[in-house]
């Protein structure tokens, strides 16, 4: 893995504006696709009658997926190139489109939001962007596709580009955050080859853009936040006295010798070590899974948190979060569910809900319940304080999921507001 | 000291390690003596150190294994004081319940999910680890993290739990059980360069050496009593190596001459076939890896 960089995409479109191409594509310029992969997609492609490469059967992997055509779950797709990893999300266009999408936004730093030129900003669009917004993705790349198809016109580029500043400007995006690029998937112009049919662009391919992003430029500033996962008690000879305290950091940075408090019992100790495996650490990154020793005997078990006793987050039996429902259960008033905040969980009770919110940033409105796909904004009541920061400020620790306590299943997905 | 070590896959694996440990009461990790099970233990050993990896190893023995994959395990298994279960694919087939294959394709690849199954059953385990990646084949790449079965060990590919940010749910009813892949994913070349940099042993297959091998199907065949010959294939003795370790029956080898970890990653960076490529199971069916999943296969 040699210190290549790592960046998570989501991609995002409707039915036929050239997912799976574009994927299959890049797939296929950076030398990812194999010979015997593109070989049973050239023979498939045959069969079917078509007279070019169907990339989209690099991705659909599923046989309910291949009968009909579409794409059904979600499908994570990777290449690399010499300097970067990449992971895509390759979430589907039409079928439940909000939960599949926030799941495959949920892990990516990065949407991809495809355009047909053709149709220019549709209602999906609309969607896909307040998706974006809401998860708080650091960057988004509005691909406006099948450039080929109106006869690689700037204007019909333009057009497009100044209805999405629109829809900018309704949300949380900075300009910078935003970077558009005309691409034909089909044919590889601006995918990882500058496109001779588009002179008037002068920005870089889709794949270079991709490249010069960073994964730290990606990743918020948010202070320290160390949930205990597993205590690690080894009682061998060795390492008799043995208590180290392992976790994944989020957020900040992590030292040797910081002034800590442990969450609930707000017990204060110092950090003695940092490890991973047999290795001794002076520093955490955020992303880092590590074990902490302390310099003091203290009561913690999972689910606890570690942070800077200068930097404490907000611990509250009551929270209002923005809900996606990603389950065919509907979320009702008073219904009880187990929060899992992180690696932690506790009860959590439905006390109202206050609204559901449109995604094409038309305006919310009043209801009783929120069914699949639906967003709204909801408060609840937890059986013990949980340890948060809101969503905006720190992604991992403003987040938390909601499990139905007869199915098991994962319901629903929250984003937590800051306390008025 | 070293001041900061970070690798983002190593990473998300442990944490998932750690997850299984957690959230479970009887897991395993599932070992075949392959590069990826055997990754999975470093990634374990470094998930709980100092303390001993907390659950058990299961091998289920299609008693066609190379035998040099045998000998690593028993070495692995005993140079890390880790505890390790064995189940025989020849017992199933003895008990009746699985009928030995015949003929020209016959592998007992298909058969391990029934002694799986019985094993999971026997000993009651809630969670068992794999080290399947998603970019090995598309059926694959629709995997969770965490993929609950049902008591018969299916695999429901329409209702998947959602998987968002690293929040893993293992919650599961009495019976059911969740098939837990950390390496989820990695990709064939990174497990190869994280072997290399942790300098990790491996099976001596891997590496270039010379074997009785027959061609069939352009695919380069074992020649050995488990795998079915006919009188006019001919046993040729060549330079080749392994890419990926399953069951004599269903593993083709590969022309190579690598026979270091630094030319075995390099001969992987440069290979324009996938490594399933060579795995004469998948070549039954497009969607031949599905149909065994949807049964309780890995």
């Known amino acids: 893995m040699e210190n290549r960089k790592l960046i998570k995409i989501a991609t995002a479109g409707s039915v036929d504006d050239g997912k799976s191409t574009l994927i299959g594509r890049l797939l296929y310029d950076t030398g990812s696709l194999t010979t015997d992969k593109l070989e049973a997609i050239e023979k498939t492609s045959r069969q079917r009658g078509f007279d070019y490469l169907d990339f989209s059967l690099a991705t659909d992997g599923l046989v309910a997926e291949r009968e009909q055509g579409i794409t059904i779950d979600v499908a994570h797709i990777y290449f690399n190139t010499d300097k970067t990893n990449f992971i895509v999300a390759d979430?589907?266009?039409?079928?439940?489109?909000?939960r599949n999408m926030v799941t495959g936004a949920s892990t990516s730093q990065v949407a991809i939001i495809l355009i047909d030129a053709r149709k220019g900003v549709i209602e999906q669009t609309y969607r896909h962007f307040f998706i974006s917004n809401l998860l708080r993705l650091s960057h988004v790349v509005v691909a406006i596709n099948k450039m080929d198809l109106v006869g690689y016109d700037e204007d019909v580029f333009l057009k497009i580009k100044a209805d999405f500043d629109a829809l900018v400007e309704k949300s949380n995006f900075q300009t910078e955050q935003i970077t558009f690029i005309p691409i034909s998937a089909l044919k590889g112009e601006n995918i990882a080859k500058k496109s001779a049919e588009m002179p008037w662009y002068v920005g870089n391919t889709l794949l270079d853009h991709l490249e010069v992003l960073e994964p730290e430029d990606l990743q918020e500033q948010a202070y320290a936040r160390f949930p205990v996962q597993y205590v690690i008690r080894p009682k061998t000879d060795a390492f008799h006295d043995f208590r180290g305290f392992s976790g994944k950091l989020y957020g900040g940075n992590l030292q040797v010798g910081d002034q800590v408090t442990i969450l609930p019992s707000f017990t204060e100790s110092k950090i003695k070590s940092i490890q991973l495996f047999d290795q001794e650490l002076e520093v955490a990154v955020p992303g880092a899974s590590v074990t902490i020793t302390l310099e003091d005997e203290v009561d913690i078990s999972r689910g606890d948190m570690i942070v800077k006793s200068s930097e404490l987050p907000s611990s509250e039996k009551s929270i209002t979060a923005t809900i996606c429902q990603v389950?065919?259960?509907?979320?009702?008033?008073?219904?009880?569910?187990?929060?899992?905040?992180?690696?932690?969980?506790?009860?959590?009770?439905?006390?109202?809900?206050?609204?559901?919110?449109?995604?094409?940033?038309?305006?919310?409105?009043?209801?009783?319940?929120?069914?699949?796909?639906?967003?709204?904004?909801v408060s609840f009541k937890l059986s013990k304080a949980i340890h948060f920061d809101p969503y905006q400020v720190n992604r991992s620790n403003g987040s938390f999921i909601l499990i139905d306590e007869g199915t098991h299943d994962t319901v629903s997905v929250g984003f937590i507001e800051a306390r008025d | 000291m070293s001041n900061i070590y970070f690798n983002p896959k190593e990473s998300e694996s442990i944490h998932i390690l750690r997850e299984v440990a957690a959230q479970f009461e009887r897991p395993v990790l599932l070992f075949s003596g392959g590069k990826d099970s055997i990754t999975l233990v470093r990634l374990a050993q470094k998930a709980f150190y100092p303390a001993r990896i907390p659950f058990p190893l299961l091998h289920i023995d299609t008693g066609h294994n190379f035998p040099e994959t045998i000998q690593f395990r028993d070495e692995l298994v005993k140079e890390l004081g880790l505890e390790l279960i064995v189940r025989n694919v020849q017992d199933s087939i003895d008990q009746g319940k699985v009928r030995e294959e015949k003929g020209r394709y016959a592998s007992r690849n298909t058969l391990q999910t029934t002694t799986l199954l019985d094993a999971i059953e026997e000993f009651k385990f809630d969670a068992c680890i794999g080290g399947a990646r998603r970019d090995e084949e598309k059926a694959r790449a629709k995997e969770r993290v965490f993929s609950v079965r049902d008591d018969f060990g299916q695999w429901d590919e329409k209702n998947q739990r959602p998987e968002l940010f690293d929040m893993l749910n293992g919650r599961i009813d009495q019976g059911q059980n969740v098939r837990v892949f950390p390496i989820s994913n990695w990709t064939e070349l990174d497990v190869w360069e994280y072997i290399k940099t942790e300098n990790i042993n491996i099976p001596s297959i891997y590496f270039a050496h010379k074997r009785e091998v027959f061609f069939r199907d352009g695919l380069i065949w074992t020649a050995n009593e488990h795998v079915y010959r006919e009188p006019h294939e001919e046993v040729k003795e060549k330079m080749v190596r392994f890419?990926?370790?399953?069951?004599?029956?269903?593993?083709?080898?590969?022309?190579s001459e690598a026979d270091t970890l630094d030319t075995v990653v390099e001969e992987i960076r440069q290979s324009t076939l996938s490594e399933r490529g060579a795995r004469i199971d998948d070549k039954r069916s497009e969607a031949a890896m599905e149909k065994r999943k949807k049964v309780g296969y890995f």
């Open chain 1, 327 to 377: 389950n065919h259960k509907p979320l009702k008033i008073g219904q009880k569910y187990t929060l899992q905040h992180g690696v932690n969980r506790v009860l959590a009770k439905v006390e109202s809900i206050q609204s559901k919110i449109q995604t094409d940033f038309s305006g919310e409105e009043s209801t009783e319940a929120l069914k699949l796909n639906d967003i709204g904004k």
């Open chain 1, 91 to 98: 979430t589907p266009g039409h079928v439940e489109y909000t």
């Open chain 2, 243 to 255: 890419r990926t370790v399953g069951d004599m029956t269903c593993t083709a080898a590969v022309l």
